[in-house]
């Protein structure tokens, strides 16, 4: 089956840890994304990717950092810089033709103890 | 800059009657996107409609129907006789420029249904 996976589901770091979130994808995407979800709001665009070896900011791209050295996979690392990392990440993909979907990964829950 | 404004943070409703979720857009593009996302309590979000900016055409689809009006800028979801399987938080999402460009979405409608 084709899908997005994100690993881990659920994560936990202490405070000035820097830690990585899995996403991968086996659909042939060119582009992928990542999104950060905070309760009661909506996502907000982290870093996006058009094709590999090159990556663009979103919104909120401080503490963050990505890489695309495979077309299938885009983890991203949450920094310690990163003031404050708790929320729901998602990752997301689509073909990059202007008419297409981005269809989402099951997200990763991330926890800064 | 680009917004998406979901007015109703939560909705309750009882099972089997209809209810609308709101959506209005601000873009400065004339070729753009609208999207409608589903996200159950699971977390995953799941795609439920694209419309393009020069598509008015209103869409049917089982219980679901959404309306595109571009004079008000809305994008409106309509659920006829409501599930309890609907309840979720609903995205309403915003693309313009390249197909690879991020999508700015609003804060989401939180629709609950009651048996």
């Known amino acids: 089956d084709g899908g997005i996976t994100q690993s881990p589901k659920y994560l936990f770091r202490k405070e000035g840890q820097n830690v990585t979130l899995s996403c991968e994808q086996n659909?042939?995407?060119?582009?992928m994304y990542w999104y950060r979800q905070d309760p009661g709001q909506g996502l907000r665009l982290i870093y996006y990717?058009?094709?590999?070896?090159?990556?663009q900011k979103g919104d909120i791209a401080e503490g963050y950092s990505v890489s695309r050295e495979k077309k299938e996979s885009f983890p991203l690392t949450v920094t310690s810089a990163q003031k404050n990392p708790t929320a729901f990440y998602l990752c997301?993909?689509?073909?990059?033709?202007?008419?297409?979907?981005?269809?989402f990964g099951p997200g990763t829950r991330l926890t800064v103890l | 800059a680009q917004k998406v404004t979901q007015a109703q943070t939560e909705i309750s409703v009882v099972e089997k009657e209809d209810v609308t979720l709101d959506c209005v857009y601000e873009?400065?593009?004339?070729?753009?996107?609208l999207f409608w996302y589903k996200q159950p309590p699971s977390g995953e979000l799941v795609f439920l409609i694209r419309?393009?900016?020069?598509?008015?055409q209103n869409e049917i689809s089982g219980r679901y129907s959404w309306n595109f009006q571009k004079s008000t800028s809305s994008f409106n979801f309509t659920i006829t006789a409501s599930q309890v399987v609907d309840s979720a938080v609903y995205f309403c999402?915003?693309?313009?420029?390249?197909?690879?460009?991020?999508?700015?979405f609003g804060k989401g409608t939180h629709l609950i249904i009651q048996p």
């Open positions: 419309r393009n900016s020069f598509d008015e």
């Open positions: 997301a993909s689509t073909s990059g033709r202007r008419r297409d979907t981005q269809y």
């Open positions: 659909l042939n995407h060119d582009a």
């Open positions: 990717s058009q094709i590999v070896n090159d990556f």
């Open positions: 873009t400065r593009d004339t070729t753009y996107y």
């Open positions: 999402a915003l693309r313009s420029g390249g197909g690879a460009d991020g999508l700015t």
